[in-house]
């Protein structure tokens, strides 16, 4: 692996989707990563079709994940991929996942990491079994100014953390879309596809993330209500939370897929005892620092900005003024994964800032976070509940 490109084969992300194809622009930005072999969609048509447009050879794409998975390690060793993508429902993530480590390969996965918390578990013992490496898309911790606002905390920029408030706006599904056909509403609600959560698995898990990985706090219990508002929806579009963290940190989170006009909006907000911070993904180069005795510090994120922490500088790409935006966060994911891999092919250590991605650990709390929001959140007596484990 030394000397040559990473080889990836991809299960999902036809022509039809969306994700797919950010997932391998954003493989291929860094050089590491080249796209070999995929099975792209249960619809061997349009499976033949999207590998075509990546200009695979027809012999590297395949109609069923097993059969790349067996036809790949035929392979020669010089040919066959070295570890897959796995972009499908939620409901399809666990099976290719756990073939796929089991034959040897590494893992890059959406979020949520599997249907149930029940399939997380297994994932996380395969995962230690096989030694391999598995990295999770939660793509927000991949912007460089979300990077800057872990490293201010983590030194003590703020004091003592206080209060955490995190949210998720979006208004794409104020109406029944799904019955429409032809957009990612369908499976996403539809709780045989999308799990137990609609849009707390969705965007929540999103949120909850972002909270614990810029802060390094984990929620210890919360308080929750889940709401499906579109009539006839079989699965929640609005979810809100109080939130309970380690060392008597408080915190609010509120997501939603109905707030009308709304388009990505992801915020957080951090107080301590010093002073605070916010970062919203619709400005994602702004880092706003806050005190009460002067006045706001705007953290400008950009290549040359001399008052940035080296994990910022890490993941930066562009000079100041030019945006880092959400493929160049997934690709800060898809590099420190391939220079992980690398560095464990030739037996050395991972440096930390090459680990620094979201892995098998953080699927699992995502699952045991969706799993707590629902036993809470349709609890009409609106008690705290312990983590669930």
Known sequence: MKDRKLRMGIIGGGKTGFIGAVHIRAAIMENEIELVSGCFSRNSEVGLESG???????????????????????????????????????????????????????????????????????????????????????????????????????????GTIRRILVEYTQGWLAQRIELQGGNNAGWRTDPARSGKGGAVGDIGTHAWHLSEYITGLKVEELCGELKAFVPGRPIDDDAAAFLHYENGVTGILHVTQIAVGEENNLKIRVYGEKGGLEWVQQEPNTLLIKSNDKSTEEVRIGGGFGNLSPLAKWNIRTPGGHPEGFIEAFANIYRNFALTVRAKAAGETPTAAMLDFPTVYDGLRGLQFIETMVTAGYDDNKKWVKWVS
């Open 52 to 158: 075509r447009f990546y200009h695979l050879p027809d012999k590297r794409i395949y109609k069923t994940y097993q059969e790349m998975f067996e036809r790949e390690a035929a392979l020669p060793a010089d040919e066959r991929m070295d570890f897959v993508a796995i972009v499908t429902p939620n409901h399809l993530h666990y099976e290719p996942a756990a073939l796929a480590l089991e034959a040897g390969y590494d893992v890059v996965m959406d979020k949520p990491m599997t249907f149930s918390l029940d399939e997380a578990h297994k994932l996380v013992e395969k995962v230690e079994q096989t030694g391999k490496t598995l990295a999770l898309t939660h793509v927000y911790t991949g912007y460089p100014a979300v990077k800057e606002a872990k490293e201010r905390i983590a030194r003590g920029d703020l």
